[in-house]
């Protein structure tokens, strides 16, 4: 139970703190509200559980083996949260698109999301390493880790959602709209250097 409690703990400190998912779904609940973007919510939820599981149980062994695979993770992680970045700061009008382009992230594109997520993998691989020992049942220490983190994601994240779409009323003004999204565009850029280092 201890080892369970400590878990949790690592899960909802590491999950409710600002990083590319919570602001990215944030950002989403200020343009185009709660319901739209629950796919988005349950991407990052599930998706983030599911690459725990992948690390645990081989990812590691991979990168160690093949470095460059790493790395092209890496570059495109960095390239992909610039681009979103982009497109964030472009968003001009809160639930009323200004193309059809604009919506939010689906389920996929969300749970696919964490592969190329720096703050992900740092989690990932940091309660796999934390949280697992040699010798033990590497399966079932890493199934405890994904589900620690899954029975936190949905408050955690959702709580980041609920800010943004309760953001909707206050930022009615194009112009208050287009700093909120300069200003999330650039906090999503500043997560991106600790792992660009």
Not at 43 to 71: K, N
Not at 83 to 102: D, H, V
Not at 115 to 131: L, R, S, Y
Request: hydrophobic share 60%; with cysteine; aromatic share 12%.
């Amino acid at each position: 139970m201890e080892f369970f409690i400590s878990i949790l703990l690592f899960a909802l400190v590491s999950t409710v703190t600002p990083g590319p998912n919570n602001i990215m779904v944030m950002t989403s609940g200020l343009n185009y509200g709660i319901f739209r973007s629950l796919p988005h919510l349950f991407g990052i939820c599930l998706g983030f559980p599911a690459m725990v599981i992948a690390v645990g149980l081989g990812m590691g062994a991979i990168f160690e083996q093949f470095p460059v695979v790493h790395s092209v993770i890496k570059i495109i992680g960095i390239l992909y949260l610039l681009y979103l970045a982009y497109r964030i700061a472009m968003t001009r009008q809160a639930g009323k698109n200004e193309s059809q382009k604009a919506r939010p992230f689906t389920f996929i594109e969300a749970a696919l999301f964490q592969w190329v997520n720096p703050k992900a993998w740092v989690m990932a691989v940091g309660a796999v390493a934390a949280f697992t020992t040699v010798g033990a049942e590497l399966f079932n220490q890493t199934l405890t880790i994904a589900l620690a983190f899954l029975a936190v994601a949905f408050p955690c994240v959702g709580l980041w959602l609920v800010g943004g779409a309760s953001l909707r009323k206050l930022l009615n003004d194009p112009a208050q709209l287009r700093i909120f999204n300069g200003a999330m565009a650039f906090l999503l850029v500043l997560s991106v250097i600790p792992m660009a280092l």
